[in-house]
T-cell receptor, first 116, second 115 residues
Framework: GAGVSQSPRYKVAKRGQDVALRCDPI?????LFWYQQALGQGPEFLTY????????KSGLPSDRFFAERPEGSVSTLKIQRTQQEDSAVYLC??????????????FGPGTRLTVL | DQQVKQNSPSLSVQEGRISILNCDYT??????FLWYKKYPAEGPTFLIS?????DKNEDGRFTVFLNKSAKHLSLHIVPSQPGDSAVYFC??????????????FGTGTRLLVSP
């Protein structure tokens, strides 16, 4: 079946521009996660949704970052007034349900954002 | 403050031999540990996991060992194959009231298996 998909795969933005990154999770998956992966680093947690509810946004670096999942399926990560330090790969992951901390997360291919 | 550390950025082994990837963590609240494998231009793929109540979990060629007292885990791949060449990330998850898996990743180890 289809895995997690993300679009666009690559995005180049000029500093100060707003960007929107889309994530289509695996159908029926309740949980959705966003991660940021800087060059040479591991992914870092940004935010978590359970259905349409954003239960944890502690990893969002600033108030320029905003995520939503209004209907509990597709999610959008929006970055306002992009800065060069926002350049990274943004990964989305989904898992079937909220079975404690043992539920496997399935990752999408990521969106590589470059801010000039 | 790097809570999950992979001190070897790269590892080279010959096909058929054992690959051992290491990971150390500092947060004693972590109680679930995972290894992910990542090919270029793809997202991480789950490989194997272990709960803190165990010290070993095996799945085919892959075995993860956990030493809680040393806050150390390792991934053994036997025998190694060229298709195993990828970046391997160690990840850990603490117990949280919300019950979801809040992964903390290491920086990764690039494994190269040569024929």
């Amino acid at each position: 079946g289809a895995g997690v998909s993300q679009s666009p795969r690559y995005k180049v933005a000029k500093r100060g521009q707003d960007v929107a990154l889309r994530c289509d999770p695996i159908s029926g998956h309740v949980s959705l996660f966003w991660y940021q992966q800087a060059l040479g680093q591991g992914p870092e947690f940004l935010t978590y949704f359970q259905n349409e509810a954003q239960l944890d946004k502690s990893g969002l670096p600033s108030d320029r970052f905003f995520a939503e999942r209004p209907e509990g399926s597709v999610s959008t990560l929006k970055i306002q007034r992009t800065q060069q330090e926002d350049s990274a790969v943004y990964l989305c992951a989904s898992s079937l349900d909220e079975r404690g901390n043992t539920d496997t997360q399935y990752f999408g291919p990521g969106t590589r954002l470059t801010v000039l | 403050d790097q809570q999950v550390k992979q001190n070897s950025p790269s590892l080279s082994v010959q096909e058929g031999r054992i690959s051992i990837l290491n990971c150390d963590y500092t947060n004693s609240m972590f109680d679930y540990f995972l290894w992910y494998k990542k090919y270029p231009a793809e997202g991480p793929t789950f490989l194997i996991s272990i709960s803190s109540i165990k010290d070993k979990n095996e799945d085919g060629r892959f075995t993860v060992f956990l030493n809680k007292s040393a806050k150390h885990l390792s991934l053994h791949i036997v025998p190694s194959q060229p298709g195993d060449s990828a970046v391997y990330f160690c990840a850990a998850s603490p117990t949280l009231n919300t019950g979801f898996q809040k992964l903390v990743f290491g920086t990764g180890t690039r494994l190269l298996v040569s024929p």
